[in-house]
């Protein structure tokens, strides 16, 4: 391990090497929450550490849209307040929840678990794709709502997707432009996704 200032003991030094390895925080973060937690009631830690814990241990993919659940399927496939007829395909389960804060769509999802991008090595192969087509397969859905994010990638794997539902009689939408391109859905605002839902046009 790396030796940290002298100031500091093993333990503080390897909470705020922990922290630090999270996205967007930075070393002065990960040292600022190190010495939070420090001086926070002993309870407090205690009960991070446990829900750090239990969101590793207690979730997992629902076997139908790949949503993360602690039963399967989960909560939205299982619904029958869902209208199975139109599925929502995004590339993340943190988009699901951006989407269900609308309040606006009350279809299902599949999550991709990422998107297409030959330059850093993601193939057709390595995100749901087989699983949706499957899924498809025999089914009573009617429309496919692409929901993948306005970048590179995203644009590239609704395309593919579109070339591969359409022909077989499905009718494939995406979301309305006004996502600004180079976003990520997740960060999208109430208002803007719901426009964007609402607004949606045949790809
Ligand atoms: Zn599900």
New binding site residues.
Partial sequence: MEQGPISTTEAINKLIQELNKLPSIGPKSAQRLTYYLLRAPEEQAKLLAEAILSVKQKTRL?S??F?V?ESD??L??HSDQRDPTKICIVEQPQDILALEHTRIYNGR?HVLHGAISPTEGVGVGSIRIKELLERLKDSSVGEVIMATNPTLEGEQTAMYLHRLISPLGIRVTRLARGLPFGTELEYADDVTLTHAIEGRQEF
């Fill in positions: 629902c139908v849209c949503n659940t399927p989960c939205i496939c999802y």
